[in-house]
T-cell receptor
Framework: GQQLNQSPQSMFIQEGEDVSMNCTSS?????WLWYKQDPGEGPVLLIA?????ELTSNGRLTAQFGITRKDSFLNISASIPSDVGIYFC??????????????FGKGTLLTVNP | DSGVTQTPKHLITATGQRVTLRCSPR?????VYWYQQSLDQGLQFLIQ???????AKGNILERFSAQQFPDLHSELNLSSLELGDSALYFC??????????????FGSGTRLTVV
């Protein structure tokens, strides 16, 4: 089946540093989603990307939909302690032309040292 | 608050037992999805219901079953529990049968510990 390979698995950074993580797939996706999971909570949608080459920002977060439609990256600028959490990429699997479920990468665990 | 309510938040039970996890979707959402999250496997899709009917099945064990009721809440039943079933179980919901471009909304999860 379609798998999303997310890297790095974990990152330890100092407050104020920029962070970059990415997600690749052997299959094409028509949408890329980035979620963040805080400890003890469910994943929350950060950014959604709908078109190849699209670059979208949400505050200090920027994500891009790769031109091949097989990859995406997420950047966080000037990290702060509350950025700590697990970041997941996700893409919808299609059936009959419709998106019917999300498949997730294994996540990037981000730790920010104040 | 995401609008998706899961109960209980924590559950500790013994091997061989049966438990029921409950999910109330966000108001207006007709689709409910169940996911299992473990350290080594990440978020694994289990099953989807739409307006009371099962619509998609993932890596769900035969010991597990689910249903969606007329009021749209859903229950995930886990039986003959094993130590390896210990995980976080998430429910998510979306408006339609097909995932919208903004994905879906997750609840806070139920942490199941089997001892």
């Amino acid at each position: 089946g379609q798998q999303l390979n997310q890297s790095p698995q974990s990152m330890f950074i100092q407050e104020g540093e920029d962070v970059s993580m990415n997600c690749t797939s052997s299959s094409i996706f028509n949408t890329w989603l980035w979620y963040k999971q805080d400890p003890g909570e469910g994943p929350v949608l950060l950014i959604a990307l709908y078109k190849a080459g699209e670059l979208t920002s949400n505050g200090r977060l920027t994500a891009q939909f790769g031109i091949t439609r097989k990859d995406s990256f997420l950047n966080i600028s000037a990290s702060i302690p509350s950025d700590v959490g697990i970041y997941f990429c996700a893409g919808p699997l299609t059936r009959g032309g419709s998106n019917y479920k999300l498949t997730f990468g294994k996540g990037t665990l981000l730790t920010v040292n104040p | 608050d995401s609008g998706v309510t899961q109960t209980p938040k924590h559950l500790i039970t013994a091997t061989g037992q049966r438990v029921t996890l409950r999910c109330s979707p966000r108001s207006g959402d007709l689709s409910v999805y169940w996911y299992q999250q473990s350290l080594d496997q990440g978020l694994q899709f289990l099953i989807q219901y739409y307006n009371g009917e099962e619509r998609a099945k993932g890596n769900i064990l035969e010991r597990f079953s689910a249903q969606q009721f007329p009021d749209l809440h859903s229950e995930l039943n886990l039986s003959s529990l094993e130590l390896g079933d210990s995980a976080l179980y998430f429910c998510a919901s979306s408006v339609s049968l097909s995932i919208g471009d903004d994905g879906y909304t997750f609840g806070s999860g139920t942490r199941l510990t089997v001892v």
